[in-house]
């Protein structure tokens, strides 16, 4: 049996936190899901909580004000090492720009880009669970 | 825009020539003169000219040589060569190689000076109204670029929202809990409209031809507080009005429309829950030439930072509650349309103050 995983969910639209917490914890892949309507909160919870932070995956919203996706990928690349190993990024989004897709699958740090809305099976292939 | 004179550089050895040709152009042209070729160089170095004339038989260089050697760096002016009769060869060869746009005669005539002076004139005026043009539909392009780029992604994230829900509620075997649901969608497609009202309004507002009529502050605030006052976020705010109107107002109902619906609609949309008395206070001194517009409110606030950037399009500010970033924009083309002004004073936490100046349009 699989261990369960952490997600956490980073996206500026109150609808799809919603949605998408609900829908990770019906699917039974986790119990544990953690939302942020800003990516600049994130990622302050990610260098606050460096230490005793378990291994996550984050679902990470393209267009949010302040910060955006890409935006907090920058930032994300500044992170020690060691902090950055226990993160897995794919980009959630609902964008069809090539130019978005084309920079989301060349950055080294998006594992993927999940199309909007999120399926269930396509991310679990994604996880190879 | 105001008429510019026509900016001359005239070179040529022999002063006489030059005097002559100062005294009886100056009053049309704005003429500089040197008998120096590494002069005028400098010359053109310092000064945008429209046109350059001269002379064919100079010292250090000919005439042609000179236009040759300065064309690359200074492609702008239009060249006109100035020979005697002896270098009419020289000069048709100039004009076929591009050289020299053309040439002139000497002894020269007035009349004939003045003529290919104007015709030289309008290509240049027409190369650099071209050039201002390119300009223009580039930015246009890019602005379009981006429009394009953002009223997708809010077109379409709505949707993908009432798309999840709709998959989240066929794993629902609760039959309850699909009334929940189907608030959401509610909320998702009320969103997705208001966003495309958004885009009509600034379609009109942009595109539209401005009919102008005679206002009544009264009555159009009383419609637009008509239209909002049953909006499910409207909660308890309550909404006071001061409205003064002396004299007869000229403008655009329909953009006056969508300022009032924007500024009044932020106000419900930020009200700050947390107060006990969440107001929004409108009001409206107008004389027969100025109209004076205030909205103010003690809802969340605008961070400092934010405060001069809430007018670009699609710029959201903050991140909870926020919409498309598209409102503030086409409020602030709108009262620039009138010719108006619009100005802001928030503090987070406290409320914002909106003013807003426009001037009367003269029928």
Redo the contacts between chains.
């Keep these: 049996m699989e261990p369960l995983l952490n997600f956490f969910l980073i996206d500026?639209?109150?609808?799809?936190l919603?949605?998408?917490e609900?829908?990770l914890i019906?699917s039974g892949i986790t119990n544990s899901v953690r939302t942020f309507?800003?990516a600049r909160?994130a990622l302050k919870h990610l260098i606050g909580q460096a230490d005793s932070l378990p291994d996550i995956i984050i679902l990470l919203d393209l267009?949010?004000?302040?910060m955006n996706g890409f935006e907090f990928i920058d930032e994300f690349d500044r992170l020690p090492d060691a902090l950055r190993q226990k993160i897995r990024i794919f980009m959630l989004s609902?964008?069809?720009?090539t130019r978005d897709i084309e920079k989301a699958k060349a950055s080294e740090h998006i594992i993927d880009l999940l199309?909007?809305?999120?399926?269930i099976p396509f991310l679990k292939k994604k996880l190879a669970i | 825009m105001s008429e510019k004179a026509i900016t001359i550089l005239y070179i040529d050895d022999e002063e006489h020539n030059l005097h002559s040709f100062k005294a009886s152009f100056r009053k049309q042209y704005d003429i500089t003169i040197t008998s120096s070729v590494v002069e005028a160089e400098q010359l053109l170095d310092d000064k945008d000219f429209c046109i350059i004339l001269a002379d064919q038989r100079m010292p250090v260089m000919t005439g042609v040589q000179f236009f040759e050697k300065i064309r690359t760096k200074f492609p702008k002016p239009i060249r006109i060569l100035i020979t005697g009769h002896t270098d009419i060869g020289a000069a048709i060869d100039a004009i076929n190689k591009g050289e020299v746009f053309r040439f002139i005669d000497k002894p020269w005539d007035y009349k004939y000076v003045e003529n290919a002076i104007s015709n030289a004139y309008d290509i240049y005026k027409t190369r650099e109204d071209l050039k201002q043009r390119n300009v223009e539909l580039q930015k246009a392009n890019e602005e379009l670029d981006k429009f394009v780029y953002s009223a997708s992604h809010d077109l379409r994230a709505p949707l993908m929202s009432v798309l999840g829900i709709v998959n989240l509620a066929l794993l629902e075997e609760d039959v309850k809990s699909q009334n929940e649901y189907l608030e959401l969608i509610r909320q998702s497609v009320k969103k997705l409209d208001t966003f495309i009202i958004n885009i009509i309004d600034y379609y009109k507002n942009a595109r539209g031809v401005p009919v102008v009529t005679d206002i009544s502050f009264e009555e159009l605030v009383t419609e637009v507080q008509a239209t909002i006052q049953y909006l499910p976020e409207y909660g308890n705010l309550k909404m006071t009005t001061d409205i003064q109107q002396d004299g007869i107002f000229n403008s655009d109902v329909m953009k006056l429309r969508i300022i009032f619906n924007n500024l009044i609609n932020n106000a419900i949309k930020f009200q700050d829950k947390t107060k006990a008395n969440p107001f929004v206070h409108l009001t409206v001194k107008s004389t027969d030439t100025d109209a004076r517009i205030i909205v103010e409110d003690n809802g969340t606030g605008i961070k400092e930072s934010d405060q001069d950037k809430i007018f670009k399009m699609f710029y959201r500010a903050g991140a909870t509650n926020s919409g498309s970033g598209i409102g503030l924009y086409i409020v602030h083309e709108a009262i620039a349309k009138l010719g108006g002004e619009i100005s802001v004073t928030s503090k987070i936490g406290q409320g914002s103050i909106f003013e807003i100046n426009i001037p009367s349009i003269n029928k």
Excluded at chain 1, 12 to 16: L, M, T
């Design positions: 500026d639209s109150a609808f799809d919603f949605i998408y609900k829908l019906k309507n800003s909160d267009q949010m004000p302040d609902s964008t069809i720009d199309p909007k809305p999120l399926e």
